[in-house]
């Protein structure tokens, strides 16, 4: 009997956020793997730069293929990796980012920011998250996973935040996006708190050659946990598009929230 051969899955690694721990996938990751061959990193707490980062990350991706990989990162991970994608493009096949920037936008924010969470006692951070929990997660994110997102985050460390919000302060890509070859999907959540996702969505695509915008209707910043998200549909949606490539600005379509359009 001759068996016909299983296609390997395509790898796929997946850079968390500024809490670095990669937890937060733990709803997409069975979504994923129907697909991909997953790869969850978790990030150094000690960095001073991206660029140990970008190192970091890319033995993760050796790690995960000997060939080219899709990247998808959330927040602080989407400018990881469009950082490594700028240092590496060799080696990446595609880039999804969500709720991401090109450059966190009020400096004064960050300063301010990194100085409360040196003041504030550690032990307080899991009060602080469930004040601002409704306002960070999709409304329509059930409270036990909230609770659960709660728990996860009990992993983190004062000095991994620390150390990302100073990365932070030095980062700025905008003049460099051009310079990315690999197609990009931006995912943006148009009820975001923390950063004007879809605003800074729009930015990218319009400076990045071969991008893709889509707008999460009704989701928060914190939105890998809620019930109606599949990362995995989304992806499938967006590598069998036919529509060609071209280098205008989003318009029309684009504005429509849950609509993938190719630029």
């Keep these: 009997?001759?068996?016909?051969e299983v296609p390997a899955k395509e790898p796929l690694?997946?850079?968390?956020?500024i809490d670095g721990t990669g937890l937060l996938f733990y709803k997409q990751v069975p979504l994923l793997e129907r697909r991909f061959a997953v790869t969850a990193t978790r990030l150094r707490d000690g960095a001073r730069v991206m660029d140990e980062l970008?190192?970091?990350?890319?033995?993760?991706?050796?790690?995960?293929?000997?060939?080219?990989?899709?990247?998808l990162g959330e927040s602080f991970g989407g400018a990881l990796a469009l950082s490594y994608a700028l240092a590496h493009?060799?080696?990446?096949?595609?880039?999804?980012?969500?709720?991401?920037?090109?450059?966190?936008?009020?400096?004064?924010?960050?300063?301010l920011g990194y100085h409360l969470l040196r003041a504030t006692p550690w032990g307080m951070m899991r009060l602080l998250r469930q004040l601002n929990g409704r306002r960070m997660h999709s409304a329509?994110?059930?409270p036990q996973e909230i609770r659960r997102f709660l728990e996860l985050m009990q992993s983190t460390t004062r000095e991994?935040?620390?150390?990302?919000?100073?990365?932070?302060?030095e980062y700025d890509i905008r003049e460099r996006l051009s310079s990315i070859t690999a197609p990009v999907l931006y995912?943006?959540?148009?009820?975001?708190?923390?950063?004007?996702?879809?605003?800074q969505a729009r930015l990218m695509t319009s400076l990045t050659p071969r991008a893709s915008l889509r707008i999460l209707e009704g989701h928060g910043h914190?939105?890998?946990?809620?019930?109606?998200?599949?990362?995995?549909?989304?992806?499938?949606e967006w590598t069998t598009n036919d529509e060609p490539a071209t280098t205008r600005r989003p318009s029309g379509p684009a504005e429509t929230p849950g609509h993938l359009v190719t630029l």
């Design 89 to 111: 493009p060799e080696r990446v096949g595609r880039l999804v980012i969500l709720n991401s920037f090109p450059r966190f936008g009020s400096p004064a924010r960050l300063w």
């Design 160 to 169: 991994g935040y620390l150390s990302r919000l100073q990365i932070l302060r």
């Design 222 to 236: 914190s939105c890998l946990i809620a019930p109606d998200l599949d990362l995995s549909a989304i992806l499938h």
């Design 13 to 17: 690694v997946l850079v968390p956020g």
């Design 54 to 71: 970008v190192a970091d990350l890319h033995r993760s991706v050796a790690g995960a293929s000997d060939g080219q990989v899709t990247l």
């Design 140 to 142: 329509q994110t059930d």
């Design 187 to 199: 995912l943006a959540s148009d009820r975001d708190a923390l950063v004007p996702s879809v605003d």
């Design 1 to 4: 009997m001759i068996w016909d």
